[in-house]
Antibody
Framework: EVQLVQSGAEVKKPGESLKISCEGSGYSFISYWVGWVRQMPGKGLEWMGIIYPGDSDATYSPSFQGRVTISADKSISTAYLQWNSLKASDSAMYYC???????????????WGQGTMVTVSS | DIQMTQSPSSLSASVGDRVTISCRASQGVSTFLAWYQQKPGKVPSLLIYAASILQSGVPARFSGSGSGTDFTLIISSLQPEDVATYYCQEYNSAPQTFGQGTRVEIK
């Protein structure tokens, strides 16, 4: 079964750092891009960025560039989303997702992780 | 960046009704357009890709059409299990913007 399994919920204080993960299984992890999507409480979906685990080539939305870092460790089939200094406004559900096909990222997301809830509060 | 605008933002319809949701792109995206369904408290799931191709396992009452800048999602006969928020997404280029969502409720 093709799946993406994300790390568990996190509660952090403003200014702290955080790295959440997304492990792929059931397919060739290095052959498909992995994207990250934010959903703030009660709000819509926001595309944050995407990475190709094969060579760690990453593309970011301008809205998130410089605020987060997307990385991947192909040896353990895992992609990451990282913050160096969290803000309360980073509180949200974060999903990783995989495009339907491996030849580029111009494909719809057909596989989604279960989501990681991040709460940032003092 | 391409902006995606959905209408309406919400709607209420009766079981069996035909429901139409529109999505407009600020510039042409060919048919690089997907529709997702997100039921309350659940993970989004892919309904339609390439503007009109039904994802495997999705009921045939869902259909999509359009190309360029104007797209439509139709539910031909609304069912109680279709209560959800529906999002369009262009994936022609990064950032692959989502629409703001359309909440569908049963009247």
């Amino acid at each position: 079964e093709v799946q993406l399994v994300q790390s568990g919920a996190e509660v952090k204080k403003p200014g702290e750092s955080l790295k959440i993960s997304c492990e792929g299984s059931g397919y060739s992890f290095i052959s498909y891009w992995v994207g990250w999507v934010r959903q703030m409480p009660g709000k819509g979906l926001e595309w944050m960025g995407i990475i190709y685990p094969g060579d760690s080539d990453a593309t970011y939305s301008p809205s998130f560039q410089g605020r987060v870092t997307i990385s991947a460790d192909k040896s353990i089939s895992t992609a990451y989303l990282q913050w160096n200094s969290l803000k309360a406004s980073d509180s949200a559900m974060y999903y990783c997702a995989r495009p339907r096909r491996g030849d580029g990222y111009t494909w719809a997301f057909d596989i989604w992780g279960q989501g990681t809830m991040v709460t940032v509060s003092s | 960046d391409i902006q995606m605008t959905q209408s309406p933002s919400s709607l209420s319809a009766s079981v069996g009704d035909r429901v139409t949701i529109s999505c407009r792109a600020s510039q042409g995206v060919s048919t690089f357009l997907a529709w997702y369904q997100q039921k309350p408290g659940k993970v989004p799931s892919l309904l339609i890709y390439a503007a009109s191709i039904l994802q495997s396992g999705v009921p045939a009452r869902f259909s999509g059409s359009g190309s360029g800048t104007d797209f439509t999602l139709i539910i031909s006969s609304l069912q109680p299990e279709d209560v959800a928020t529906y999002y369009c997404q262009e994936y022609n280029s990064a950032p692959q913007t989502f629409g703001q969502g359309t909440r569908v409720e049963i009247k």
